[in-house]
């Protein structure tokens, strides 16, 4: 099995790692078990996978599975739920919450990524959840306008600026792309002004804002928790 392959699918490089990441024991799963019968005939399994073992960062029903099998599967569930929301972010600078926000977006079963300006951004934090969502690149934010509104989609930004409606109190549209700025200076002038709706998230201490990534999640959050609705109750005895 070559180191791309085995970098790939455990979630980061050997270069990534401090000493004590590298000291950890080992995550997930081994290799599938020997048995008379032999490996599962399942085609959403990886025969790389099932000979070496999965140590990726995805929930036990994924063990073993393709990465497009994995995609495959998440795409079928935001069809039928419908997750109708999608995330952007501006990336005119080094931002490690890049990688923060996606692996949230994932998480929520965002519908797609969208990065505005830079396309090069830091990964790292995405623990490679970017592999398992729809990332689409904008050179500008009038590109990312024209492409969400040409998609029926509205922009709501994210922002502790004047005139922002508090995230709990606002009314999510179905279908709408969640706007989210740099850490420190937060979304340009151009993004705010394109924006459809601009809300923020209620403090109390005595800092200004909170972090990037931090906010991103209660937010995406919010849309899941009033768009969404929540499983049934377990059956009795189950």
Excluded at 18 to 41: F, I, K, L
Excluded at 92 to 121: C, K, P, Y
């Amino acid at each position: 099995m070559s180191d791309d392959y085995r970098d790939d699918h455990r979630g980061g490089t050997s270069a990534d790692e401090t000493p004590a990441e590298a000291d950890r024991a080992p995550v997930g799963v081994g290799p599938w078990p020997a048995g008379s019968d032999g490996w599962p005939t399942d085609p959403r399994y990886d025969p790389e996978l099932l000979e070496h073992g999965d140590a990726r960062n995805v929930v036990d029903e994924f063990r073993y599975w393709s990465i497009e099998a994995i995609v495959a599967e998440l795409d079928a569930r935001r069809a039928a739920r419908p997750h109708g929301f999608s995330v952007a972010i501006e990336n005119w600078q080094h931002d490690m919450n890049i990688g923060s926000i996606v692996r949230t977006a994932n998480a929520f079963l965002a519908e797609s990524v969208h990065i505005i300006g830079r396309r090069r951004w830091n990964k790292r934090g995405a623990m490679v959840t970017d592999r398992y969502q729809h990332v689409i690149h904008h050179d500008t934010i009038d590109a990312f306008v024209t492409a969400a509104h040409a998609d029926g989609r509205r922009i709501v930004a994210v922002d502790n600026v004047a005139g922002s409606v508090e995230v709990s109190s606002f009314a999510f549209p179905e279908r709408c792309i969640l706007l989210f700025g740099q850490e420190g200076p937060g979304l340009t002038p151009e993004a705010l002004a394109a924006a459809d709706a601009v809300v923020e998230i209620r403090q109390f201490g005595s800092t200004r804002s909170i972090n990037a990534g931090a906010a991103a999640a209660i937010v995406m959050h919010e849309w899941v928790r009033t768009r969404v609705s929540p499983p049934g109750p377990t059956p009795p005895g189950h």
